[in-house]
């Protein structure tokens, strides 16, 4: 989907979106979106972008659903503005236009910090990528934003039944609107859950799990297809795997940096292509349990503050990340710099919520992380290969429902998802319940070995300048020893860039 406004004319080219007109208003709307009546009431909604264009005022609102579940990239120019989901249209338009974008050194300092770049911005400075529970407002060609988050009050004696209910709702909900489903399963107990919800009263579901090479397993193991194996059994459901072989590895981590709207280093985002990839028609994923009921990185900020409260938390945010703000001076020519920008960004990030340190995490987590990563990296591998993926554990209802409960129902230093844990006893094995969080594990380095010698490429970097030239030309690190993951951000960032030059756009 895109659309073109030409801001001295409101002339608009559009593809993809629904028109709807009224005396005033024109409403540009995603498919299934039609029932909006402004763009405002995107703040009650969920799945969907929406443009709307006030002839009256000349000013145009737009913006995506309240949680940020449809992602939606803007290019602004002194007479233009370009909206879409697809960053091929940002490509596109932008080599149209004569556009020069220019790398954003501060939006690639969170990203070997954090995994990936936040919602609000993108690796260019021209291109921005619309943040969740916010309008933006474009009149006499400037263009503000209207935050629209909502508090939600915890409520006394709230029950984490209440929770159930909204959960088993958005189950119901779905199963009425499809006819089968693939449960993207780990064997973790957010996607145990989901494999429970869609394979009972009749529905029907296949637990799809990620399978290796037999290299692959010979070296490190079955990771966890024996937790999925075990949930399959337990819920009398077939199990089949998204193979990601050394060779799919490759293939897919070219569709990845071809047409996602940020480069990632998290590898579970190629793990999101494989799933997709092998989904015969609808998806669902326990993907979004882990910020909204707790998790490792609640854990990590509140231990490290506890010990060492005069450190400043949006430094002790970036380093439970677990990437590479520590080592932002060894990576770029200005790390000192750009380590003080991160702090200071992640500072705001935690001041703008409400409530003390727990409750501030749970609504970062839920509503930036989501909106920045999470969400999209379903969304476009769904986009490439054609199906619809749901979160149910992350739907608006579920949202609001958790946040109503107390924040230690849901989380008490150092456990988690407390409240999957208690409506789900008895209904997945208790070793899932028990099992320890570890994140999608695939054999990185293996593949790294397996990699063609072109994909194995730095040399765009160095042409930056932003970038200390001695880790780049580090034997150890060009061959993934130093540290794999490092590594793989170095050549996914790479090949993100080279495809934004409007080549492999075939």
């Known amino acids: 989907?895109?659309?073109?406004?030409?801001?001295?004319?409101?002339?608009?080219?559009?593809?993809?979106?629904?028109?709807?007109?009224?005396?005033?208003?024109?409403?540009?709307?995603?498919?299934?979106?039609?029932?909006?009546?402004?763009?405002?009431?995107?703040?009650?909604?969920?799945?969907?972008?929406?443009?709307?264009?006030?002839?009256?005022?000349?000013?145009?609102?737009?913006?995506?659903?309240?949680?940020?579940?449809?992602?939606?990239?803007?290019?602004?120019?002194?007479?233009?503005?370009?909206?879409?989901?697809?960053?091929?249209?940002?490509?596109?338009?932008?080599?149209?236009?004569?556009?020069?974008?220019?790398?954003?050194?501060?939006?690639?300092?969170?990203?070997?910090?954090?995994?990936?770049?936040?919602?609000?911005?993108?690796?260019?400075?021209?291109?921005?990528?619309?943040?969740?529970?916010?309008?933006?407002?474009?009149?006499?060609?400037?263009?503000?934003?209207?935050?629209?988050?909502?508090?939600?009050?915890?409520?006394?004696?709230?029950?984490?039944?209440?929770?159930?209910?909204?959960?088993?709702?958005?189950?119901?909900?779905?199963?009425?609107?499809?006819?089968?489903?693939?449960?993207?399963?780990?064997?973790?107990?957010?996607?145990?859950?989901?494999?429970?919800?869609?394979?009972?009263?009749?529905?029907?579901?296949?637990?799809?799990?990620?399978?290796?090479?037999?290299?692959?397993?010979?070296?490190?193991?079955?990771?966890?297809?024996?937790?999925a194996k075990e949930i399959a059994r337990h819920c009398q459901s077939p199990l089949r795997y998204a193979q990601l072989s050394s060779s799919n590895f490759i293939h897919l981590h070219k569709q990845f940096t071809r047409g996602h709207n940020n480069p990632v280093i998290d590898t579970c985002v190629i793990a999101k292509y494989a799933l997709a990839q092998a989904t015969l028609n609808t998806a669902i994923t326990g993907e979004g349990g882990d910020p909204v009921f707790g998790g490792v990185k609640n854990t990590s900020v509140l231990f490290a503050h506890a010990r060492h409260p005069r450190l400043p938390l949006g430094w002790l945010y970036a380093s439970a990340h677990c990437r590479f703000f520590n080592r932002l001076n060894d990576i770029f020519i200005h790390g000192s710099e750009l380590a003080d920008y991160v702090i200071e960004y992640l500072n705001k990030k935690i001041e703008i919520y409400p409530g003390e340190l727990i409750r501030k995490l749970f609504y970062l987590n839920t509503i930036e992380k989501q909106g920045g990563m999470i969400f999209p990296q379903a969304y476009y591998p769904g986009k490439r290969y054609g199906v619809s993926i749901h979160h149910p554990l992350t739907n608006l209802s579920v949202y609001q429902s958790a946040f109503q409960l107390e924040d230690e129902k849901r989380y008490t230093y150092p456990n988690g998802k407390l409240v999957l844990s208690q409506l789900f006893q008895g209904k997945v094995p208790e070793s899932i319940i028990k099992r320890k969080k570890s994140g999608t594990i695939i054999p990185l380095k293996h593949f790294i070995e397996n990699m063609p010698a072109n994909s194995i490429d730095v040399t765009g970097l160095k042409l930056t300048g932003y970038f200390n030239k001695e880790i780049l030309e580090h034997t150890d690190f060009l061959t993934g020893n130093d540290s794999p993951l490092l590594f793989y951000g170095f050549i996914t960032l790479n090949k993100w860039l080279l495809n934004r030059e409007g080549r492999n756009h075939d």
Not at 160 to 178: C, D, P, R, T, V
């Open 1 to 227: 989907m895109w659309l073109e406004i030409e801001l001295d004319s409101f002339n608009v080219q559009h593809h993809g979106f629904v028109e709807n007109k009224s005396s005033n208003n024109i409403l540009y709307v995603s498919p299934g979106f039609e029932h909006l009546q402004s763009a405002r009431d995107l703040i009650q909604n969920e799945r969907g972008i929406a443009i709307e264009i006030n002839i009256n005022k000349q000013k145009i609102t737009f913006g995506r659903d309240y949680l940020g579940q449809y992602p939606l990239l803007f290019m602004h120019t002194n007479n233009k503005l370009f909206l879409t989901d697809d960053i091929l249209h940002i490509d596109w338009w932008s080599i149209k236009n004569d556009i020069n974008l220019t790398l954003s050194e501060e939006a690639l300092a969170l990203y070997f910090s954090l995994g990936y770049i936040p919602q609000d911005m993108t690796a260019f400075n021209e291109v921005k990528s619309c943040k969740n529970v916010t309008l933006y407002h474009c009149l006499n060609n400037s263009i503000t934003e209207e935050n629209v988050f909502i508090p939600i009050e915890e409520i006394d004696n709230y029950h984490i039944n209440n929770i159930g209910e909204y959960i088993f709702a958005e189950a119901s909900k779905l199963a009425n609107n499809h006819q089968h489903f693939d449960i993207w399963c780990s064997g973790g107990i957010d996607s145990s859950a989901m494999a429970y919800c869609f394979s009972h009263n009749g529905r029907s579901a296949d637990i799809l799990t990620l399978g290796y090479d037999e290299d692959a397993l010979n070296k490190f193991g079955d990771g966890e297809i024996q937790y």
